[in-house]
């Protein structure tokens, strides 16, 4: 509700958007999140890199892995040091039975992040449904990544 106020405030709000997107994929309604994305990405055509990530998240989300390693390795061409977007992009290519390509993301995202956990992840992202943190373990465990 308040990232709906803060836009009718102001309706060129592209982060009160991007905000929004963001609860609704943590809700469970990514579809939605994604139409708030866009809004957001078109207000705001310089936006920063992580936005990319969370509107991958909600490709992901919806099982679109081939659209989400898309725009995942466009994030990583605006920051090759980020852990949470290997983390996704190797989980998706696990999805997609692309196994040398998850490993490979896997090992760089440890050798950026030697502490990386996926357990920590899952006490951190507040997942409405802490179901919907599933599909990323899973897509992990196909290729060998997690237990």
Known sequence: REFEKSISLDPNFALGYMMLGLSLYYGGKSERALDVFDRAFALDPYHPDVYLHFQAQA???LGQFEKAVEILKRRLVRNPDTDISRALLASSYGHLGRGDEARREWQELLRIN????VEHRR????HKNPADFEP?????????LAK
Not at 136 to 144: H, I, P, Q, S, T
């Open 114 to 117: 030697p502490n990386y956990s």
């Open 59 to 61: 490709y992901f989300q």
């Open 123 to 126: 006490k951190v992202l507040p």
């Open 136 to 144: 990323f373990v899973d897509g992990l465990r196909k290729v060998g």
